[in-house]
């Protein structure tokens, strides 16, 4: 697994422009409460941190970019702000204190060689917090002692799961059957869906997380999750998830996924301790729009982006993969952090002349090719797929194959003269086998504003953008 980030909860990487100004104010607030700052509190540190941006958005020279990191622990917040170039920031550093509000904590430091570390600060008093609540609207209200249980929903509970969502995505959410009570209670007596949901203190829900399968699949997706915001900042989705691992473990599912956004970390967090590394990045797989509305959105303006994390739940698995060369190296570390033992099989020939695929494309624009199996007619038959789904108004495409299929170095030969790169592995995605996925977006997307909370990520980030301008170099 990846390194955890544990010396902050959540964390915002922006362009320096004042522009994002108001992005960074709902973050650091949104940030707050959910690791259970008051929300007065939470308001003051987000105005302390934006003001702050401003002034240094004043001495910046070029799009530098920045990281802003935020944390509350023993009855203080924190908003960290991480600038490169020492030199250009060192006059307005010294005089922020003189800038900021005065009731405002801020201190600063040098960091490393080239940078500084600003730190706004606000303690709060957890006894105070339900007082301060009750200056929030009634309906962000609620008191972090209320009790609360997770428990199975019933059918008559399916609306009330429809209005949370609606809460806090508005109707631009990817799963739609939640929308409607009758398609949703489907799903669950069909046992396509395995729910849990939190309840308050009087039974309504307040939460909800899932499991979803193909009838007769060895793995499930957790996801469908949601949590009200007035009670975010109490670890639900984790408890959630803890219930919904023993209900796998029970069905006797190989293992389960999730494909948390990229939008935020919040989610990323929860998959990060329930021990589900991540194997692949989804670039562009859904429309701008699609995200939560009560969240700030940094990857505005392009299409939206998951990642792929998966755990397995038995211990002791083992697999042969064909590993194309330029891949070999980041295929063995991820399925290393899986538990996986691998062999490498020695790269070899397409056993058949002629490939079998199958296209797709979904309401969102998101195109997948799949090979099941890969003739040395693969570059033939990429092409024509490609053709395809682009005609079909794909705008972002995914590529996948089986891992130990011998023709598979031929195929990643021709998808990157195509233009496709590396995105990652799918564990069991294929009836129990795995399968490797490259993608191909058609339109700007910077991976830099994909917000990513361990580091092992955005390592993988990084390999994923070198490789996509590799490819790019050979067509």
């Known amino acids: 697994?990846?390194?955890?980030?544990?010396?902050?909860?959540?964390?915002?990487?922006?362009?320096?422009?004042?522009?994002?100004?108001?992005?960074?104010?709902?973050?650091?607030?949104?940030?707050?409460?959910?690791?259970?700052?008051?929300?007065?509190?939470?308001?003051?540190?987000?105005?302390?941190?934006?003001?702050?941006?401003?002034?240094?958005?004043?001495?910046?020279?070029?799009?530098?970019?920045?990281?802003?990191?935020?944390?509350?622990?023993?009855?203080?917040?924190?908003a960290r702000i991480l600038l490169n170039g020492h030199s250009r920031f060192s006059a307005v550093v010294g005089s922020l204190s003189a800038q900021v509000r005065r009731d405002a904590g801020l201190s600063y430091r040098?960091?490393?060689?080239?940078?500084?570390?600003?730190?706004?600060?606000?303690?709060?008093?957890?006894s105070r917090e339900a007082a301060e609540r009750n200056e929030e609207p009634i309906a962000e209200a609620a008191e972090t002692t209320e009790t609360v249980r997770i428990d199975v929903p019933q059918q008559s509970d399916s609306a009330a799961i429809a209005r949370c969502f609606l809460a806090v995505y508005g109707h631009n959410y990817v799963h739609r059957e939640v929308f409607s009570p009758h398609r949703y209670w489907r799903k669950v007596e069909s046992g396509e869906l395995i729910p849990v949901v939190t309840r308050d203190a009087r039974g309504e829900v307040v939460g909800h997380v899932a499991l979803e399968r193909e009838p007769g699949a060895a793995i499930a997706e957790r996801g469908e999750a949601v949590v009200l915001p007035s009670?975010?900042?109490?670890?639900?989705?984790?408890?959630?998830?803890?219930?919904?691992?023993?209900?796998?473990?029970?069905?006797?599912?190989?293992?389960?996924?999730?494909?948390?956004?990229?939008?935020?970390?919040?989610?990323?967090?929860?998959d990060e301790r329930a021990g589900m590394p991540t194997c692949a990045i989804l670039l562009g797989a859904a429309s701008e729009s699609l995200h939560s509305k009560d969240l700030p959105v940094p990857t505005a303006g392009q299409r939206q982006s998951f990642l792929l994390t998966f755990r397995f739940l038995e211990a002791g698995r083992a697999c042969e993969i064909v590993a194309p060369p330029a891949y070999r190296d980041v295929m063995t570390?991820?399925?290393?952090?899986?538990?996986?033992?691998?062999?490498?099989?020695?790269?070899?020939?397409?056993?058949?002349?002629?490939?079998?695929?199958?296209?797709?494309?979904?309401?969102?624009?998101?195109?997948?090719?799949?090979?099941?199996?890969?003739?040395?007619?693969a570059s033939i038959e990429l092409s024509q797929a490609v053709s395809d789904v682009s005609?079909?108004?794909?705008?972002?495409?995914?590529?996948?194959?089986?891992?130990?299929?011998?023709?598979?170095?031929?195929?990643?030969?021709?998808?990157?003269?195509?233009?496709?790169?590396?995105?990652?592995l799918a564990p069991a995605f294929s009836e129990g086998r795995d399968l490797l996925l490259m993608q191909h977006v058609s339109e700007p997307l910077d991976i830099n504003e994909l917000q990513l909370f361990t580091d092992q990520t955005k390592e993988l980030a990084a390999f994923i953008e070198r490789d996509r301008q590799s490819a790019q170099s050979q067509r």
């Open 391 to 424: 005609g079909l108004g794909a705008r972002a495409v995914q590529l996948s194959a089986h891992v130990d299929d011998p023709g598979l170095p031929l195929l990643v030969e021709s998808a990157r003269r195509q233009g496709f790169f590396y995105c990652g």
């Open 110 to 126: 040098e960091r490393g060689v080239d940078g500084w570390e600003i730190t706004i600060h606000r303690g709060f008093e957890p």
């Open 333 to 377: 570390t991820t399925y290393g952090r899986l538990g996986v033992g691998v062999s490498l099989c020695e790269s070899g020939t397409p056993t058949e002349t002629r490939s079998m695929t199958s296209v797709m494309v979904n309401p969102w624009g998101y195109g997948r090719i799949r090979f099941e199996m890969i003739g040395s007619n």
């Open 231 to 270: 009670y975010r900042g109490r670890h639900l989705l984790e408890r959630m998830t803890e219930r919904l691992t023993d209900e796998a473990t029970k069905l006797g599912l190989v293992g389960i996924y999730a494909e948390p956004v990229t939008t935020h970390t919040f989610s990323q967090r929860n």
């Open 1 to 78: 697994m990846g390194k955890g980030n544990s010396d902050h909860f959540a964390e915002l990487r922006l362009s320096m422009e004042a522009e994002g100004g108001e992005l960074l104010r709902a973050f650091v607030r949104e940030a707050s409460l959910v690791e259970g700052v008051p929300p007065m509190t939470a308001s003051l540190i987000a105005a302390d941190a934006a003001q702050t941006w401003q002034i240094l958005c004043g001495s910046r020279t070029n799009a530098e970019r920045a990281a802003v990191l935020l944390s509350a622990s023993k009855g203080e917040a924190r």
